[in-house]
């Protein structure tokens, strides 16, 4: 017993000692190499949940399919997201409207579309969203409502479809009694079935409806429905249940939504899915009996995907049927109309609906689009276009300069907007580019105005930007063929060789080098063609559903080897990876090969890398979530697809969409998943989870790099685009440097300029996604946080002479710091009655290179740092010397102006306070003040009041400033009326130090002792 | 028998490593910069130093918290602004743009100094103060572990409090105050932790912190002092 316990300890102890001896990279190391959000927000993305405030309308709770949690505290103005450490994909949000600072957050969309995600639990805060904490129900995967009881917080009611894929024990209805410490399955009907809704008796929180639903998904087919679907009631809090189908239709009925009037808890509807009169069904006695009702399309649209059905708060005639459109009825239910729609297009497809008790013709409502606002019962909605959600599913750029920026998004077509732009990147500078589920978007590499895109079911369209012109491209069957086998998400692909051509698949690989004019055929069928998983016409389940979503056996992702035009992969959506290496004239299937590495055999083929380093390199991502496997799986070869090395790591989460190697350095990767985004910098031997302001949990679904600045650009599924500017440090990235105390290092030249994307418009609406940065950065590893002692960089040129000095900042890892290539500033005259800001603006450096001594405490780190000339602007020579010539002189007389002005003010500021301390002068002391006011009011501006700021005053000091500002905002020749400037200013100040100088001999030696004092600090 | 004495409290330590309550981490902090005995004799903190405006560039600052009293200035190009509150009373006065009368603190404006003006922190004997901590578990700060911290004030203000885990120095604070119509967040890094000569160890630097996170302008201190009186002419209302 003794040895069993001490064997025990000493492996508790051996396992933390090992943890603490090895120094690996990790994500802490990566310090402040962060990713910019650069949207698109101009349209959002799919939103599943709104809970609001009822005492405190203005606060709202929204969720997203894949952007997590976003609050708003002033009725929509502004968005934050405040779940980014978690799961993205939310199900249900429920707010405690007695303690509203607290707010639970059900995670795992229940809309079960083909790409739906999944979660990880139901997480509580009770500081607003601050923090959050998960309280179980981790195997649940879905969740789609929670109910709070109205008079104890503590006691919660969850329901969980549970498991798409698969049988689960883990879905029906929960509950806890205890604030989340501990659940009960309250009600369970089989593996197959969940709890899609519930509801609770307004005025006796002890009756409770719920709505149980059977249904599964696979690769090629959507089932909603079957015996175990039903709605049921309870009277004793979810103890016992009864099935209340007294005038439902008959036979196996699918997803069940459920509501009860607030005003009146007999009053219920229900919308019911089913094989035969399926539809809308009111109940006026709590559900004992039910009577269907006729209602248009829209009321009945499409259940497994629309299930909100709202009625008014006060008014129980006042139902909402937010689907397809946007409905109501004034009747409760008994005829319906549409929204008026005055002000324009809302998006369609609706999951969520809140409405203001306060103010009933409030609302806001979730949308695959983004949330909108109403203030006239639903008739007009106001789109809030801030939230940067939108749920890419691939993206490209070009080769312009800056690059653009090429994506497709889930429900919201396709997008195009430059990766940097005045002010920001705003809404207004995203182009739309095609319409549908978007996808992929490929620019033409030789020409910059056209492009491809699609929509879903691989419908492809060249796309002339300049004339808005769209020519239908897809491939079509040959006669007699059967229609071709597109995937939902074809892929179409340009080659990294040939500028001309472009690729796309159904389940032959097709080319074309005349814009998809002509397609030639180049392989046979490349999938499976597994007859049983071509019936998609019978998908659907009690009611047919099948848009493409659930199409199969068709080729996924296409990729060509940038060493060599003719090694072509492709990967299918039923596990096939095939290589040709004669531009397809045969091919070989490797995935025999591949699920020898340990990889579900059947697993989709999400992404193929040819590495840029070695032609018999391969990289491949999988997934096989559709078969209930959320696995990572990632795998390399070496030998052109004979044998696979499956590459893995602790810190995965999530199912494997894209990978991608550097085209610098051969050991940097990244893989993004459906649960965050992950580098290694040694080729796959150890993994970190990139943390830089992305969240945890981010789904990111495709990656490209720029190689003119390095920069990936990373596409999520549910926040749109992060772009992770110039990785270039990570290929410097050591043992050595991990190691030691503090390194510099290297960085690439930096152009001079300043700025060309600055503007001085305020953003006028919508989400503004950041420019990159353009100053130089100085960048240092520092192996543990600077506690003690200050950071500081010094700049020295190449006569050795410091330039500036910046503080650096303290923390572990990688520290970027920005310089602005500006000198120290000038000193600008002091005595005014207004403030000078010339004086926090340094000239700008000369080109060349600099040397960087960063003193870190008592440790010191030396580098150098090169700045060139802008390429942009291209200023000759003389121009920029001219520049600094004039830059120099206006710099010069700030100071010189601000010496004579300390000299005035030494003697003007005691006399002055004597006169306000009414103390008596002498003649001679009020001539020498009277004077000096004078001389004073020339140099600098003296206005004094609240509204001095309106008031222009012409001085020597502001013509300084106007002219400093003036070239050192500028790199270019200053113009001749600047240069013209010098002098007059110049003669000013000769006249002014004279005019001082005389008047100091007159009577400063006369009057200094009748008022011998300190000078004042400040005036 | 020592042997196994010492394996078995090395391993309690371990497990106890993810057990510390937020008394434990607030005893620990106090602690480690100066012991709470010294801290109990904290009445005023006084501070010396400069705000960086860019390269080359530092404007002075002063700045005085005594609970009731609080005071703060800032010069630039020969101009000061200035802020102070006595009491329930304050005001501040910013000359830049040639205005020489001094506003009146609001009531919020109020509120946020008083939050921030207690030289000893709101964590010293909180709960005398009327205030609550809970413990939140460890954290990431920019790429160091830390304990955090939550203190919800008498008023309902939430005051989160990030300590580094090896040195329980406190390295950040994140204040979200609740004004009369909004909240008011602020955010302050802390660094250069030294000790002065009263024998407390203090930050002499901070950073505000933007809402993504960025930080923002620093202020360096050249000298922190403590139970200095301040001249009371400095609270008096300027241009009257």
Same mark, same amino acid.
């Given at each position: 017993m003794k040895s069993i316990f001490s064997t025990y300890i000493f492996s508790i102890l051996?396992?933390?000692?090992?943890?603490?001896?090895?120094?690996?990279?990790?994500?802490?190391?990566?310090?402040?190499?962060?990713?910019?959000?650069?949207?698109?927000?101009?349209?959002?993305?799919?939103?599943?949940?709104?809970?609001?405030?009822?005492?405190?309308?203005?606060?709202?709770?929204?969720?997203?399919?894949?952007?997590?949690?976003?609050?708003?505290?002033?009725?929509?103005?502004?968005?934050?997201?405040?779940?980014?450490?978690?799961?993205?994909?939310?199900?249900?949000?429920?707010?405690?409207?007695?303690?509203?600072?607290?707010?639970?957050?059900?995670?795992?969309?229940?809309?079960?579309?083909?790409?739906?995600?999944?979660g990880n639990g139901i997480y509580k805060t009770t500081d607003d969203g601050e923090n959050w904490i998960r309280m179980g129900?981790?195997?649940?995967?879905?969740?789609?409502?929670?109910?709070?009881?109205?008079?104890?917080?503590?006691?919660?009611?969850?329901?969980?479809?549970?498991?798409?894929?698969?049988?689960?024990?883990?879905?029906?209805?929960?509950?806890?009694?205890?604030?989340?410490?501990?659940?009960?399955?309250?009600?369970?009907?089989?593996?197959?079935?969940?709890?899609?809704?519930?509801?609770?008796?307004?005025?006796?929180?002890?009756?409770?409806?719920?709505?149980?639903?059977?249904?599964?998904?696979?690769?090629?087919?959507?089932?909603?429905?079957?015996?175990?679907?039903?709605?049921?009631?309870?009277?004793?809090?979810?103890?016992?249940?009864?099935?209340?189908?007294?005038?439902?239709?008959?036979?196996?009925?699918?997803?069940?939504?459920?509501?009860?009037?607030?005003?009146?808890?007999?009053?219920?509807?229900?919308?019911?899915?089913?094989?035969?009169?399926?539809?809308?069904?009111?109940?006026?006695?709590?559900?004992?009996s039910w009577k269907s009702l006729s209602a248009d399309d829209n009321v009945t649209a499409r259940p497994f995907y629309f299930s909100t059905l709202v009625i008014d708060p006060l008014d129980a005639k006042k139902v909402y049927r937010p689907s397809f459109e946007f409905s109501m009825s004034n009747d409760g239910g008994y005829?319906?109309?549409?929204?008026?729609?005055?002000?324009?297009?809302?998006?369609?497809?609706?999951?969520?609906?809140?409405?203001?008790?306060?103010?009933?013709?409030?609302?806001?409502?979730?949308?695959?689009?983004?949330?909108?606002?109403?203030?006239?019962?639903?008739?007009?909605?106001?789109?809030?276009?801030?939230?940067?959600?939108?749920?890419?599913?691939?993206?490209?750029?070009?080769?312009?300069?800056?690059?653009?920026?090429y994506c497709g998004l889930q429900d919201n077509g396709s997008w195009t907007a430059a990766s940097q732009s005045s002010s920001g990147i705003e809404n207004s500078d995203w182009k739309n580019v095609g319409g549908g589920d978007g996808f992929w978007v490929q620019p033409d590499r030789e020409d910059p105005n056209y492009l491809y895109s699609e929509y879903q079911g691989g419908h492809i369209s060249k796309v002339n930007t300049k004339t808005n012109q769209y020519q239908d491209v897809q491939p079509q069957p040959l006669p007699g063929e059967k229609k071709l086998r597109f995937n939902w998400n074809t892929p179409i692909y340009t080659s990294p060789n040939n500028p001309k051509r472009i690729y796309t698949g159904a389940q032959f690989l097709f080319r074309s080098d005349n814009k998809g004019i002509t397609w030639e055929r180049i392989s046979g069928d490349l999938t499976t063609n597994d007859a049983s998983k071509q019936k998609q016409e019978e998908s659907g389940g009690v009611t047919t559903d099948n848009t493409s979503a659930e199409n199969h056996c068709t080729i996924f992702t296409i990729a060509e080897s940038p060493l060599d035009v003719n090694l072509i992969?492709?990967?299918?959506?039923?596990?096939?990876?095939?290589?040709?290496?004669?531009?397809?004239?045969?091919?070989?299937?490797?995935?025999?090969?591949?699920?020898?590495?340990?990889?579900?055999?059947?697993?989709w083929v999400s992404s193929i890398q040819f590495s840029h380093h070695d032609k018999n390199m391969i990289y491949a991502s999988f997934e096989n979530h559709m078969y209930g496997d959320m696995k990572t799986y990632l795998a390399v070869s070496k030998d052109l697809g004979n044998t696979w090395k499956r590459l893995n790591s602790e810190v995965f989460k999530g199912y494997a969409h894209k990978i991608l190697e550097d085209y610098a350095n051969p050991n940097v990767l990244f893989l993004g998943t459906e649960m965050g985004l992950y580098l290694t910098i040694?080729?796959?031997?150890?993994?970190?989870?990139?943390?830089?302001?992305?969240?945890?949990?981010?789904?990111?679904?495709?990656?490209?790099?720029?190689?003119?600045?390095?920069?990936?650009?990373?596409?999520?599924?549910?926040?749109g685009i992060f772009i992770l500017s110039d990785i270039s440090p990570l290929r410097n990235l050591t043992n050595e440097i991990i190691q030691s105390d503090i390194s510099i290092i290297p960085s690439k030249p930096t152009p001079i300029s300043t700025g060309h994307y600055g503007g001085s418009w305020p953003n006028l609406g919508g989400f503004t996604g950041e420019n990159a940065n353009e100053q130089a950065t100085i960048l240092y590893y520092m192996k543990n946080r600077q506690n003690s002692g200050s950071v500081k960089i010094e700049i020295y040129d190449g006569s050795g002479k410091m330039v500036a000095e910046i503080p650096g900042t303290k923390r572990k890892g990688l520290n970027i710091v920005s310089w602005d290539m500006r000198s120290n500033p000038p000193k600008t005259a002091a005595g005014g009655a207004k403030a000078d800001w010339a004086s926090t603006v340094g000239p700008l450096v000369e080109a060349?290179?600099?040397?960087?001594?960063?003193?870190?405490?008592?440790?010191?780190?030396?580098?150098?740092?090169?700045?060139?000339?802008?390429?942009?602007?291209?200023?000759?020579?003389?121009?920029?010397?001219?520049?600094?010539?004039?830059?120099?002189?206006?710099?010069?007389?700030?100071?010189?102006?601000?010496?004579?002005?300390?000299?005035?003010?030494?003697?003007?500021?005691?006399?002055?306070?004597?006169k306000?301390?009414?103390?008596?002068?002498?003649?001679?002391?009020?001539?020498?003040?009277?004077?000096?006011?004078?001389?004073?009011?020339?140099?600098?501006?003296?206005?004094?009041?609240?509204?001095?700021?309106?008031?222009?005053?012409?001085?020597?000091?502001?013509k300084i400033t106007d002219l400093y500002f003036g070239v050192s905002f500028y790199q270019g020749r200053p113009t001749d009326s600047q240069i013209q400037k010098i002098d007059y200013i110049r003669k000013e100040l000769d006249d002014a130090a004279k005019e001082y100088t005389t008047l100091e001999k007159q009577y400063a030696a006369k009057v200094r002792n009748e008022v011998k004092d300190k000078p004042v600090q400040g005036y | 028998m020592r042997k196994t004495a010492i394996i078995i409290g090395l391993l309690f330590k371990l497990m106890n490593a993810s057990s510390q309550n937020a008394d434990e981490i607030i005893s620990k902090y106090y602690e480690a910069t100066g012991g709470k005995a010294l801290w109990s004799k904290v009445q005023s903190l006084k501070y010396e130093g400069h705000y960086v405006m860019g390269p080359g560039a530092f404007a002075p600052v002063n700045q005085y918290i005594a609970n009731e009293i609080s005071y703060s200035d800032f010069s630039w190009n020969g101009m000061t602004s200035k802020s102070a509150r006595n009491g329930d009373k304050g005001w501040s006065f910013t000359p830049w743009s040639g205005?020489?009368?001094?506003?009146?603190?609001?009531?919020?404006?109020?509120?946020?100094?008083?939050?921030?003006?207690?030289?000893?922190?709101?964590?010293?004997?909180?709960?005398?103060?009327?205030?609550?901590?809970?413990?939140?578990?460890?954290?990431?700060?920019?790429?160091?572990?830390?304990?955090?911290? =939550?203190?919800? /004030?008498?008023?309902? !203000? +939430?005051?989160?409090?990030? @300590?580094? &885990?090896?040195?329980? *120095?406190?390295?950040?604070?994140?204040?979200?105050?609740?004004?009369?119509?909004?909240?008011? =967040?602020?955010? /302050?890094?802390?660094? !250069? +932790?030294?000790?002065?000569? @009263?024998? &407390?160890?203090?930050? *002499?630097?901070?950073?505000?912190?933007?809402?993504?996170?960025?930080?923002g302008g620093l202020t360096q201190f050249k000298k922190i002092e403590v139970n200095v009186k301040i001249d009371d002419k400095l609270l008096e209302t300027p241009g009257k």
């Open positions: 051996l396992i933390s000692n090992q943890s603490f001896a090895q120094a690996k990279l990790t994500s802490a190391a990566l310090g402040k190499m962060e990713v910019r959000a650069i949207g698109p927000a101009v349209m959002g993305g799919r939103t599943t949940a709104i809970d609001g405030v009822n005492a405190d309308p203005k606060t709202l709770y929204i969720g997203t399919a894949g952007g997590g949690v976003w609050k708003t505290t002033n009725g929509g103005a502004q968005f934050t997201s405040v779940f980014d450490k978690h799961c993205q994909s939310i199900g249900a949000i429920a707010i405690d409207q007695k303690t509203p600072s607290t707010v639970w957050v059900g995670t795992g969309e229940s809309n079960m579309r083909n790409t739906v995600s999944i129900l981790e195997q649940t995967e879905h969740i789609s409502k929670i109910i709070i009881h109205p008079s104890n917080s503590d006691i919660i009611y969850v329901a969980a479809p549970g498991n798409l894929y698969n049988n689960s024990s883990e879905r029906g209805l929960f509950k806890t009694m205890d604030g989340g410490k501990t659940w009960k399955k309250l009600f369970f009907i089989n593996d197959s079935t969940g709890c899609a809704d519930i509801a609770m008796d307004p005025k006796n929180p002890e009756i409770l409806y719920c709505s149980m639903w059977e249904f599964r998904r696979k690769p090629f087919s959507f089932s909603s429905g079957g015996k175990g679907s039903g709605l049921f009631k309870s009277y004793d809090g979810g103890n016992t249940w009864k099935k209340i189908h007294q005038g439902f239709p008959l036979g196996d009925l699918g997803r069940i939504v459920i509501t009860v009037a607030p005003s009146d808890g007999k009053k219920l509807c229900a919308i019911v899915e089913a094989k035969e009169k399926a539809g809308l069904y009111i109940s006026e006695d709590a559900g004992e005829s319906w109309s549409r929204a008026e729609g005055r002000n324009g297009w809302v998006h369609s497809d609706m999951h969520a609906l809140w409405i203001n008790p306060l103010n009933t013709s409030h609302m806001y409502l979730a949308t695959d689009g983004g949330v909108y606002m109403s203030v006239d019962k639903g008739n007009n909605w106001l789109f809030l276009n801030s939230m940067p959600i939108s749920q890419l599913y691939h993206v490209a750029i070009d080769e312009q300069v800056p690059y653009r920026v992969g492709v990967g299918t959506d039923d596990g096939n990876l095939q290589i040709s290496s004669d531009g397809g004239k045969t091919w070989k299937n490797v995935s025999k090969n591949i699920a020898a590495s340990g990889i579900a055999s059947q697993a040694d080729g796959g031997a150890n993994w970190l989870p990139w943390k830089g302001k992305v969240p945890e949990y981010a789904l990111v679904r495709d990656m490209v790099q720029d190689k003119k600045t390095n920069d990936i650009i990373v596409a999520t599924h549910g926040r060349g290179t600099y040397s960087i001594k960063i003193k870190a405490g008592e440790k010191i780190a030396e580098g150098k740092m090169t700045l060139i000339q802008d390429p942009i602007n291209a200023f000759s020579a003389e121009e920029v010397s001219k520049n600094r010539e004039v830059t120099k002189t206006a710099f010069n007389m700030e100071e010189e102006l601000a010496a004579l002005m300390d000299k005035i003010m030494a003697d003007y500021a005691p006399l002055k306070k004597a306000d301390a009414k103390k008596t002068l002498s003649k001679d002391a009020q001539a020498y003040f009277t004077k000096l006011d004078a001389l004073r009011g020339k140099l600098v501006p003296v206005k004094e009041g609240n509204n001095a700021i309106f008031v222009d005053e012409e001085n020597t000091r502001e | 205005k020489r009368i001094a506003d009146p603190m609001t009531k919020d404006n109020i509120h946020g100094s008083k939050l921030m003006s207690d030289p000893q922190g709101l964590l010293f004997n909180y709960a005398q103060k009327g205030h609550f901590v809970e413990y939140l578990g460890t954290d990431d700060f920019d790429g160091t572990e830390v304990h955090k911290i =939550k203190l919800t /004030t008498k008023e309902g !203000d +939430f005051v989160y409090y990030y @300590f580094d &885990i090896e040195t329980f *120095y406190l390295l950040k604070i994140y204040a979200k105050i609740k004004l009369s119509d909004k909240e008011q =967040k602020v955010n /302050t890094n802390y660094s !250069d +932790f030294k000790k002065n000569e @009263f024998g &407390i160890i203090l930050p *002499y630097a901070n950073n505000w912190v933007n809402e993504q996170g960025d930080e």
